[in-house]
């Protein structure tokens, strides 16, 4: 499956932006997605994960409450919803899917190109 996600920019401490991840090429029905970040000179990190119908979601301690995951499966897109944005939460974000549920980013077998967000003080 072939991720494409996009929607990232440059808000200020207390905004909102909203991260879409457009799948091709499979079944996007039959994967687990994922959002997780990555900061300069840190690890790449989970955000939050929805199972395959929409259903079930978890999310990082760091962003509950503040973001939300959800999937439209008829436009095989996922949409992260990031409210409240903080400083800390600038990163690379990227899409992930995998055929089984996970936190870990090893555990998820196709990735998207990434997108900056960038969050001002």
């Known amino acids: 499956v072939q991720l494409q996600a996009s929607g990232g920019g440059l808000v200020q401490a207390g905004g909102s932006l909203r991260l879409s991840c457009a799948a091709s090429g499979r079944t996007f029905s039959d994967y687990v997605m994922g959002w997780f970040r990555q900061a300069p000179g840190k690890e790449r990190e989970f955000v939050a994960t929805i199972n395959w119908s929409g259903g079930s979601t978890y999310y990082a301690s760091s962003v509950k409450g503040r973001f939300t995951i959800s999937r439209v499966n008829a436009k095989n897109t996922v949409y992260l919803q990031m409210n409240s944005l903080k400083p800390e939460d600038t990163a690379v974000y990227y899409c992930?899917?995998?055929?089984?549920?996970?936190?870990?980013?090893?555990?998820?077998?196709?990735w998207g190109q990434g997108t900056q967000v960038t969050v001002s003080s």
């Open positions: 992930a899917a995998d055929l089984s549920y996970g936190t870990s980013w090893s555990r998820y077998a196709y």
